[in-house]
């Protein structure tokens, strides 16, 4: 294998989840070293890149696209081609796309290399003061009804502290949804637009966040953190191991 052929690279690089400021330094360098960037929305990408002054070419790949460009991308790494893959936010693959392209580079032997930065379920996981020792990440629920009882119902009952994704016209229905699976004490924490202008941090009981919320009109990105049903053991047990 020549030279011009080991050079191919996969980036997956994270990008801020709202604040512009919020990129490492290393993820800048390579969004303008890489031959191609390979974007959920290339609008959105682009805003980011006119930013820092990078001009970088963008493609698109996104969830409705990248069965078919997986294997196009794949081919110009091994031609040589460094190629980044970024969501509209936070890192690749973290309910967004980039899960297949990372696949498919093993199986072709290529390595990525991850370039770490912000999430929106880290942020989410360290702002509910919630325990975290242990943590359960669902994503998005599923929309169907049948689907989303069950996995709510699933939920609902684990001894971990869970994060789920849901969009803001599902949140009321959401919480409406919790208040009937959840014991009313059991606490809660709702982190919408994480570093936006307008960022809030609802935390406090189910009923009471419900309560609080029932005639609100969602909007923006929202994460919800539950507590575990055995709360308070895992409590005295996070204190006990500091």
Not at 13 to 24: A, F, M, Q, R, W
Request: proline content about 4%; some cysteine; glycine content about 6%.
């Amino acid at each position: 294998m020549n030279q011009q052929l080991q050079s191919g690279k996969l980036y997956i690089v994270s990008t801020p989840i709202g604040n512009l400021e919020d990129i490492t330094m290393r993820a800048l360098r390579i969004l303008k070293e890489v031959d191609l960037i390979a974007a959920e929305d290339t609008r959105h990408t682009r805003k980011l890149l006119s930013h820092y002054g990078i001009s970088t070419k963008l493609v698109s790949y996104h969830c409705h696209n990248e069965h078919q460009r997986v294997t196009s991308l794949i081919n110009q790494i091994q031609e040589g081609k460094k190629i980044a893959v970024v969501s509209d936010a936070g890192t690749p693959g973290i309910a967004d796309p980039g899960f297949l392209l990372a696949r498919e580079a093993f199986h072709n032997n290529i390595i990525p290399e991850v370039i770490p930065g912000a999430s929106a379920l880290t942020f989410a996981v360290a702002a509910s003061g919630l325990p975290i020792d242990k943590f359960f990440f669902y994503g998005f629920l599923p929309v169907k009804s049948g689907r989303r009882g069950n996995a709510l119902v699933q939920l609902c009952g684990e001894d971990k502290t869970v994060v789920i994704y849901e969009s803001p016209h599902r949140m009321g229905k959401l919480l409406s949804e919790l208040a009937e699976l959840l014991a009313p004490e059991t606490m809660i924490a709702v982190i919408r637009e994480a570093t936006k202008l307008h960022e809030e941090i609802l935390r406090g009981t189910i009923a009471e966040i419900n309560l609080q919320t029932k005639d609100r009109v969602w909007k923006g990105e929202c994460v919800v953190v539950i507590s575990p049903q055995n709360a308070k053991k895992r409590e005295s047990n996070s204190d006990d191991s500091d």
